[in-house]
């Protein structure tokens, strides 16, 4: 089949990449010359593992291409999929300027029946609106389809080509029966695709990322609780996870939620409920939770150093929002860097992916190293605010030997708290009772 995927960010670079795979033709359009450049050169713009080999293959095989040019990205498409940015406005509603602005574009490029396919995460009613900017200047009949994804970053490739479901909102049984062929490779093992209206697949996006991020807020107070009370939250994590009703994902203490989904889609399901009426309660917490919860380290980091930050030098272990990716939209470590410098200490910081993001984002306010163990020179104290696997079994040794005090802050709880007690470390967690060295404390 002719695919044309339009916009060459995360969503759509996957997604092109992934149905080049399993031999279709994919034309990628995008409006940036040079990212289309780079892209039509081999040179892959995002991080995300396995994708790379993919991209180089399918590439080689001319299985995929990229233009700057709508009119010839379509020409010969059967289906169009529209992977564009939807970010938020002040108001939190999704920005469709860039999907509406295409969509009208599109009415005077088609020629012949064509699949148009909304990928990006839009709000309800968004498929309607794209029909409408089509029709206004169309000739020829078309469909328009809603097709959230469901990628995790990190695993997104895994996710593509092994889907948990694939949801499909259409209205047009001929639609219907072009989206299901192109969808058969991939669910060859039985898992469902879902047909559904449009509208029902639009919100069933929003749903299940408000969902999951409200199980993490959940976790996160729970873990607050378990402090105050003196439970351990690994410990009731693993007895509620074993229940088959709730589940053993997402169950994760840590300070907080981030990246281009989450955030962004729980509050623009928010402002929907407002424009229909409606107080979702439950997101307006569980936004306030996770707000709260990315300086969920801070206090204790305050109250160790007796509420003086000034002058004191601190190792940052990560910076992306989550392990495996160089995202760092609203990523709890840039939260944490801007509380410490505006106390006046300063930050070395250690990702495996994401520091020339951060450096582009906030510059030289903080120092970047090459080895996770030359952040802790001369650092009063580690924190941990990203799961990286590096981080997981590192040489105490080592950090014992650079740290000037034996101090951690791990907002991921990536160790054991008897083994760091056996250590002799001041280490703090998320849940979990904190654990002082044996000896003295020097501060």
Not at 290 to 311: S, W
Not at 330 to 348: C, F, K, M, N, Q
Request: glycine share 8%; proline share 4%; aromatic share 10%.
């Amino acid at each position: 089949m002719k695919i044309t995927v339009v916009g060459t960010g995360y969503v759509g670079l996957v997604t092109g990449t992934c149905f080049a795979e399993t031999g279709n033709n994919v034309t990628c359009v995008d409006i940036d010359a040079g990212k289309v450049a780079k892209l039509a050169a081999g040179q892959i713009t995002i991080y995300e593992p396995g994708l790379e080999k993919l991209f180089e293959r399918n590439l080689k095989e001319g299985r995929l291409q990229f233009t700057t040019q709508l009119k010839e990205g379509v020409s010969d498409a059967d289906v169009i999929f529209l992977a564009l940015p939807t970010p938020p406005g002040e108001d939190g509603s999704a920005d469709l300027s860039y999907i509406l602005k295409v969509a009208d574009q599109l009415g005077y490029i088609l020629d012949d029946y064509k699949v148009i396919v909304d990928k990006s995460t839009v709000p309800v009613g968004t498929a309607d609106k794209v029909r409408e900017a089509i029709a206004r200047n169309a000739k020829v009949e078309f469909d328009v389809v809603s097709n959230p994804e469901f990628l995790r970053e990190g695993v997104a490739v895994e996710d593509f080509m092994k889907p948990d479901r694939v949801v499909i909102g259409t209205s047009s049984e001929k639609a219907r029966k072009v989206m299901g062929e192109l969808y058969a490779p991939y669910v060859r093992q039985g898992n469902p695709v879902i047909f559904m209206d449009e509208k029902s697949a639009e919100l069933t996006k929003y749903a299940a990322n408000s969902f999951l991020a409200t199980k993490i807020s959940f976790m996160n107070e729970i873990a607050i609780l378990c402090e105050r009370l003196g439970a351990d939250v690994d410990m009731v994590r693993r007895g509620i996870g074993s229940d088959d009703r709730i589940g053993k994902r997402f169950l994760f203490p840590g300070i907080g939620y981030g990246g281009s989904c989450f955030p962004k889609d729980v509050q623009a399901l928010v402002k929907s409920s407002q424009d229909a009426d409606y107080d979702f309660r439950i997101l307006n917490a569980v936004m306030d939770v996770n707000e709260q919860q990315k300086v969920f380290l801070l206090p204790k980091i305050e109250a160790y150093f007796d509420n003086d930050l000034k002058g004191k030098h601190f190792a940052l272990w990560g910076l992306a929002f989550k392990p495996n990716t160089d995202d760092i939209r609203e990523a709890p470590a840039l939260y944490i860097i801007d509380r410490l410098l505006a106390a006046g200490a300063t930050v070395s910081a250690f990702d495996p992916e994401a520091m020339s993001n951060v450096k582009q984002l906030i510059g030289d306010r903080i120092r970047y190293v090459d080895h996770q163990y030359e952040a802790l020179e001369n650092a009063d104290a580690l924190i941990i605010a990203t799961e990286w696997s590096v981080f997981r079994t590192p040489d105490f040794d080592k950090i014992r030997t650079h740290l000037k005090d034996q101090v951690i802050f791990d907002g991921r709880n990536l160790f054991d708290v008897p083994r760091m007690q056996e250590l002799g470390f001041h280490y703090e967690s998320v849940g979990r009772q904190a654990v002082t060295r044996l000896n003295s404390v020097v501060k």
